[in-house]
């Protein structure tokens, strides 16, 4: 179990400092989407030239879905001349055809290393156009479970394939496109002010909190050039362990906006809870850097298999020791961690910290989506994905403050499927 729950952040670990780079160059720049968000075709164009540039390809295509029509469209084609872009457009793909249709169709993303002996691969669209197709990675755009569309980059450059690293990067820029094309969309046409301000909040929030996020990678990057131009590995170690803490930081937003915009199922698997909370603070470990907070694990009596969806409970875990760890002084800073069966079937676990506690003025909003009490330092994501994922498997969470000061947050759910 701990090497699936680690595979994520193990993958961005092993990219070269080259493609660390890359990626954390366009990832500064899309930041700047919010401020694109009310010129619909300049957010269009933003996406197509970053997804081309990180994924390192010739040639990229933003196929939007057509509700009316039920089909897909060629809504802006990057890397051809004007009149290949221009020939492109004026394709439409049914939703069973070619590699985008598959893609839209099941929700996935596709990575075809031989375009040439494909025959998923829809010709006639390279016959229009006199472009050759051989290598192409499509990677759904989905909001709130709501198709948009699917992006596609295409021939890696230096006759390569695309690799599983690319797919996790387009994947990223994929959720944060597919939102954003939504609400460029929705004020394209008019909708209410009040939806608007909501909206326009939202992705300054966001875009505010993963820009400080991308300023550590730069900074980082920076650093680790200057190691390798003076050939003095020393000087590497340091930034390096600080991007990996960033770069899980930025994973574990990309993960709360996909968990908040999915309606799904959880999906049950049998599994340890002991060992899932001995992962989950083992993470939480290596996200806090040089701050001393002492921790402690009083959760010997979830001894036993439970049958959860393991990945959505390490999700809310994780979310509440971090947000406590937010609130906890720097120094003396205290977390605890507990979990007992106050009843048959049921898991209790309580996050605890000495922090301020929670005001009681804001006490009943701290659920909500996009509120945070954190400023900058904050999406206001995390809390709400943790109830959502709580509800989803019969459960709850409630905050609450400390006699001692602090706050206690008390998550409740079945240890089985309708154990109640």
């Known amino acids: 179990m701990s090497e699936e729950l680690g595979e994520k952040n193990d993958r961005l670990d092993m990219v070269s400092a080259g493609d660390m780079r890359r990626v954390t160059d366009a990832l500064y720049r899309v930041h700047k989407l919010s401020k694109l968000v009310s010129e619909y075709p300049a957010v269009l164009d933003t996406i197509m030239l970053e997804s081309q540039t990180v994924a390192n390809a010739e040639a990229c295509s933003l196929l939007l879905y057509d509700e009316d029509e039920n089909d897909l469209y060629f809504a802006v084609a990057l890397g051809d001349s004007d009149e290949q872009s221009d020939t492109l457009k004026q394709v439409r793909l049914q939703l069973d055809q070619g590699i985008a249709g598959e893609c839209a169709t099941n929700r996935i993303t596709?990575?075809?290393?031989?375009?040439?002996?494909?025959?998923?691969?829809?010709?006639?669209?390279?016959?229009?156009?006199?472009?050759?197709?051989?290598?192409?990675?499509?990677?759904?755009?989905?909001?709130?479970?709501?198709?948009?569309?699917?992006?596609?980059?295409?021939?890696?450059?230096?006759?390569?394939?695309?690799?599983?690293f690319d797919e996790r990067i387009m994947e990223m820029f994929a959720s944060l496109g597919a939102s954003v094309i939504t609400q460029a969309r929705l004020i394209d046409e008019n909708l209410a002010s009040e939806r608007l301000a909501a909206i326009g909040q939202t992705v300054a929030g966001l875009a505010h909190y993963s820009k400080n996020i991308l300023a550590t990678l730069?900074?980082?990057?920076?650093?680790?050039?200057?190691?390798?131009?003076?050939?003095?590995?020393?000087?590497?170690?340091?930034?390096?362990?600080?991007?990996?803490?960033?770069?899980?930081?930025?994973?574990?937003?990309?993960?709360?906006?996909?968990?908040?915009s999915t309606d799904r199922s959880p999906a049950y698997e049998a599994c340890s809870l002991k060992e899932l909370i001995d992962?989950?603070?083992?993470?939480?470990?290596?996200?806090?850097?040089?701050?001393?907070?002492?921790?402690?694990?009083?959760?010997?009596?979830?001894?036993?298999?439970?049958?959860?969806?393991?990945?959505?409970?390490?999700?809310?875990?994780?979310?509440?020791?971090?947000?406590?760890?937010?609130?906890t002084p720097n120094e003396d800073g205290w977390i605890g961690v507990s979990g007992d069966r106050p009843e048959d079937g049921i898991i209790r676990i309580t996050v605890e910290d000495n922090g301020a506690g929670i005001d009681r003025t804001v006490i009943e909003k701290i659920f909500e989506p996009f509120f945070s009490t954190k400023g900058s330092r904050g999406t206001g994501l995390g809390l709400a994905v943790?109830?959502?994922?709580?509800?989803?498997?019969?459960?709850?969470?409630?905050?609450?403050?400390?006699?001692?000061?602090?706050?206690?947050?008390?998550?409740?759910?079945p240890e089985r499927p309708n154990a109640r």
């Open 386 to 413: 943790t109830r959502k994922i709580a509800e989803e498997h019969g459960g709850s969470v409630n905050a609450g403050n400390r006699d001692e000061g602090g706050a206690i947050f008390t998550m409740k759910f």
């Open 279 to 327: 992962e989950v603070l083992l993470t939480v470990n290596g996200l806090m850097g040089s701050r001393s907070i002492s921790i402690s694990n009083e959760t010997g009596g979830l001894e036993g298999e439970v049958v959860i969806d393991s990945r959505g409970i390490f999700r809310c875990l994780l979310n509440l020791i971090l947000n406590a760890a937010d609130a």
């Open 110 to 164: 596709i990575n075809v290393a031989d375009a040439l002996s494909d025959p998923r691969i829809y010709k006639p669209a390279d016959d229009a156009t006199g472009f050759e197709t051989r290598s192409l990675l499509a990677v759904p755009l989905v909001d709130q479970d709501r198709l948009v569309g699917v992006l596609e980059v295409v021939n890696k450059i230096g006759d390569a394939t695309f690799s599983e």
């Open 218 to 260: 730069n900074v980082g990057s920076e650093l680790i050039d200057e190691g390798v131009a003076q050939k003095k590995i020393g000087i590497v170690e340091n930034p390096w362990k600080i991007m990996k803490r960033s770069l899980k930081r930025l994973s574990n937003v990309i993960e709360d906006m996909l968990a908040y």
